[in-house]
């Protein structure tokens, strides 16, 4: 997990996970809506980028949304074979 934030009874948890499939280290980032007093899931968003590791590093939530930072790694040539970029989501959960 990577970030953790908490507004209004809900508790939302970022982290990624593997992408399942054929590719060796796709991961994906996943962020997990759940209830504060009973730990019950409540809903999942998930978003997969590129096709090599996307990892969110930071949440926020509040009256606005939720925002999501991170990155992603984009695939490009075997001579140059990692594009690193910046990426933030925006979701009104």
Partial sequence: MADLAVFDGKVFAAGCDSVPGPRDHDFRWRIEERDTRTGELSA??????????????????????????????????????????????????
């Fill in 44 to 93: 999942t968003f998930s978003a997969d980028p590129s096709t090599a590791r996307d990892r969110v590093q930071a949440l926020a939530v509040g009256p606005f949304g939720l925002l999501a930072a991170g990155v992603d790694e984009s695939t490009l040539t075997d001579a140059d074979p990692v594009d690193l970029q910046w990426r933030i989501e925006r979701s009104r959960y």
